[in-house]
């Protein structure tokens, strides 16, 4: 005895198909997308993700400028100040007079750009973490200090390192 709501029906897999895609064509058109997706995730962008000693996830680009790449004059990094380079994704710092430092501009916090620099603090807009010059943290949530990113001033001029 059939059941009455029950249809059944016999495919020919050999056969061509008629209007639309098959059962076995769209699970297998998603596994091949989430691999794709995992390999596009897996290399590129430059992105990285990293767990602190917080638990917390932190997803921030992998800094740009190679060494050698000129950021601007010395001039520009006030003493006990410092300059954000966003293409770079660098902050140089003067903490004293000729003494100059070089960070990454991601807060380790969650991969957020650095947003200013004043009165001795580097500042991160996004939850408010604050370092010092050389990169410490003074407040999180961050938990981890700046990533150092080494430059060197030659003919008043900064340069990665």
């Known amino acids: 005895m059939t059941h009455p709501r029950k249809t059944t029906r016999t495919v020919d897999e050999d056969a061509p ?22 390999a596009v995730a897996a290399c590129g962008g430059g992105s990285t993700t990293t767990e602190d000693t917080g638990g917390q996830q932190q997803t921030g680009d992998v800094p740009d400028g190679a060494p050698g790449t000129e ?23 003067q903490p004293t007079e000729g003494e100059f430092t070089g960070l990454s501009s ?15 603090v580097i500042i991160c807009p996004c939850h408010d973490s604050r370092f010092g010059l ?19 001033v030659a003919d008043g001029s900064i340069t990665l390192a």
């Open 106 to 120: 991601i807060c380790p916090h969650q991969g957020c750009s650095i947003g200013s620099v004043g009165g001795g």
């Open 71 to 93: 950021l601007g004059p010395a001039s520009e990094v006030p003493v006990g100040g410092g300059m954000i380079y966003s293409d770079e994704q660098i902050v140089v710092t």
């Open 17 to 38: 198909r008629t209007g639309g895609i098959g059962r076995r064509a769209v699970f297998a058109g998603a596994g091949a997308g989430v691999a794709a997706i995992g």
């Open 134 to 152: 050389d990169g410490a943290v003074l407040q999180g949530p961050a938990q981890q200090p700046l990533e150092s990113r080494p430059v060197t």
